[in-house]
């Protein structure tokens, strides 16, 4: 059983940034590949970012593409989701999540559905 346990969320203005991390536990955490989600009230849980088990391969949505950085330290078991130029569209609460794939595995996940393990959530809020 994977625990995925998320915080850095609040309130920042329009243009600012803001930095979310996620600390896992119960795997190896190269043998996780590791996704960033995101759901407004009234909207579907929306991709934000994904990397593999091994860190060296990333992708992101073309609505978050050169502003959102996600990163993964190995040796703290926590993966991070770095925001900038934060738009009134990105409030939402953030989710983390977590696939268990083969040892530095250079495969990420795009869909939920991928994901076996998800943690509580944590709202990040951005006024104008």
């Known amino acids: 059983q994977v625990q995925l346990v998320e915080s850095g969320g609040g309130l920042v203005q329009a243009g600012g940034s803001l930095r979310v991390s996620c600390a896992a536990s119960?795997?190896?955490?190269?043998?996780?590949?590791m996704g960033w989600f995101r759901q407004a009230p009234g909207k579907e849980r929306e991709f934000v970012a994904a990397i593999s088990g091994g860190g060296r391969t990333t992708n992101y949505p073309d609505s978050v593409k050169g502003r959102f950085t996600i990163s993964k330290d190995n040796a703290k078991n926590t993966v991070y989701l770095q925001m900038n130029s934060l738009k009134p569209e990105d409030t939402a609460v953030y989710y983390c999540?977590?696939?268990?794939?083969?040892?530095?595995?250079?495969?990420?996940?795009?869909?939920?559905?991928?994901?076996?393990?998800w943690g509580q959530g944590t709202q990040v809020t951005v006024s104008s």
């Open positions: 999540a977590a696939r268990q794939v083969l040892d530095y595995s250079s495969t990420y996940y795009i869909r939920p559905s991928e994901y076996n393990y």
């Open positions: 119960g795997r190896t955490f190269t043998r996780l590949a």
